[in-house]
Structure formats: C-alpha cells, structure tokens
C-alpha cells in the first residue's frame, strides 16, 4: 500500500491536469437519513471519474521502466479507459481499449475523442480483459491492469483531499469495481493513522466482491448488472480482494433499482450527474441509515459518465 509521502507525490505529479475535486454538503440529501452527509465529487475530473488520478501516475511510472514503450493496451467498460487514453496521449503512446458488446455509447465515444483505437469483443468484462492480452502479445503493446499498486498510488490522491477537507469522518462508503477506489481508501486512511470505517459498495447483480467478503475467499459470479457497469466485475483481482478482506468494516450491495433512484435524487438534490456505479455509495447509505445515525459520513461519487438511456430511465 503506497505510504504518505508516495501518495503526496503522486498528488503533486497529478496537480497540472487534475484540480482538487469539491467535496460538499447536500442538506437534501442528508434529509431523513440522520446523519451529517458529504460528497466526495469525483465526477468533477476531465474525464469525470476519479480513474483519471491513477493513470498519469501509471503512465509516468511506465515512462520511466519502459523508455522504449511504444502503445499500451487495457480492457475497461470506459471509466478506466478513458484515464489510459487521456494519460498516454499526454505520454506520445499509442492506445488500445478493449470493451464488452453493448457497451456504454457515449463511453465509447469518449475514449476514441481521447485517442483511442477501441477493439469490441465479449459479452462481459471478463471476456474482454482475456482477448486484451492476446492482442497485447500479438500487437507488442504494454498491458494495462485494472488494478495495480501504481493505480492505487493515484487514485488514494482523492482520498487524502477528503480527508483533509472533512475531520473526523465515521466512514467512507465507495464503490468497488476491480478495488483500486476502495484500495485508495484504505492506503489514505492507513498513511494517515485514521480510524474511518470503509464500506465497500457492489451492484447486487455483480456480487462476485461481496461474496469473496462473505466467504473469506476468492468467489467468481457472473455479472448482470444493466444499469452499474463500472462495477460489472465476474472475477475479483486477488491482490485487491486482500486488501479489501483486511480493510473493508462491510461490504454491501445495491440493485440495479436502487441505483437509478439514488442517481435521480443526486441530479435532483445536487444537479450533479451520476452514473450508475456513481451512485452506489449513497444508495448504500439510504438503504442502511440506522447504523449511522448521528455520525458523520461521505460517500464518492466516483463518476458521472451515465449513457443517455440510463439517464433518461433514471430521471423517468
């Protein structure tokens, strides 16, 4: 897990491109929910996802291992795409994304204004990631993980802005895709001996993360959710799922129906937009407000990348 000063330094690296995203106080939100609510707007980055941190630092660690390397390539449903495409174009690199069929359109079409040549393939995230590594041996490309140490150096960048924004905070729920949001977390917590609570958030139509927490081990499920993409995960990553074990106080879910609410109420409430897996965060905290009655609580809204028929069925 990156240490206080590797994570200042990434935060230092990232500040060109990336000013410190808001994290406000939404008394609608916060009605009836009896607690003191905080958004950590991560929806707020060039690319309007917090993935956006842990690219550069990857790409700038890649730069300085691989002088040589000439073009990367990464399967992501768009939010991890788009920090790659965005990162490498800054570095001179060629890029390859691989998403799942059906993907996300207005996704798509952000990462090809990015710069990058997007491959389809699969039914599912999984397949996609496994025919990236193909391509990547066949086309002499650098493969870009979903989760890696380097990513979670940058991403933990928005975690130490939340944490010195709000004092003294009970807990942080955050969605949890391939881990290296919640990993942040906990590398930001940790470097700064905080006792915050994390509470991982899944879709309950891609519980693979919740049930290796159940379970204590490593569990696989197919994913089915229509509406949180960006949490779509079959196959946990093994190095984030121990973190994940040893860090996360919960880890909940939330239907695909809870999901759109909670986006309605955040563009309602905030005249933010969420995506799907954006909105996890807050939707976990609506559905279990009992346990935080009279804390202090923040919730990320990790990204605001939601397609237009999503928006329009969330908002219908």
Not at 67 to 91: C, D, L, M
Not at 263 to 292: F, V
Request: glycine fraction near 8%; charge should be neutral.
């Amino acid at each position: 897990m990156p240490t206080l000063s590797e994570i200042e330094s990434a935060k230092a690296l990232i500040r060109p491109h990336i000013r410190e995203t808001p994290t406000c106080r939404w008394p609608l939100l916060e009605s009836g929910l009896g607690c003191e609510l905080w958004l950590k707007h991560e929806n707020h980055t060039p690319v309007g996802a917090f993935k956006i941190r842990g690219g550069l630092v990857y790409m700038d660690e890649l730069k300085r291992h691989q002088p040589g390397v000439r073009g990367v390539i990464a399967a992501s449903t768009g939010n991890h795409g788009q920090s790659i495409a965005y990162a490498a174009r800054r570095n001179g690199l060629r890029t390859v994304i691989v998403v799942p069929h059906g993907n996300n359109p207005e996704k798509n079409a952000a990462m090809r204004s990015l710069g990058a040549e997007l491959v389809e393939h699969g039914r599912e995230f999984q397949e996609a990631l496994e025919y990236s590594r193909e391509l990547a041996a066949k086309e002499e490309l650098h493969a870009v993980p979903s989760f890696h140490l380097w990513l979670v150096r940058g991403v933990a960048t928005y975690a130490l802005e939340l944490f010195h924004s709000v004092a003294d905070l009970d807990a942080v729920f955050v969605p949890i895709g391939l881990g290296s949001g919640f990993c942040g977390i906990a590398s930001a917590r940790e470097a700064l001996g905080l006792k915050t609570k994390i509470i991982g958030v899944v879709s309950a139509h891609a519980p693979a993360y919740a049930l290796s927490f159940q379970q204590r081990q490593f569990v696989e499920q197919s994913s089915m959710t229509r509406v949180a993409e960006g949490v779509a995960c079959k196959t946990p990553n093994q190095d984030a799922l121990q973190h994940i074990l040893q860090h996360a106080h919960d880890i909940l879910t939330v239907t695909d129906e809870e999901a759109l609410a909670a986006m309605r109420e955040i563009i309602q409430s905030t005249h933010n937009i969420a995506e799907g897996s954006g909105a996890l965060a807050y939707a976990a905290l609506k559905k279990h407000p009992a346990a935080w009655q009279g804390k202090r609580v923040a919730c990320i809204l990790s990204g605001a990348n939601a397609s237009m028929p999503i928006l329009r069925e969330a908002l219908g």
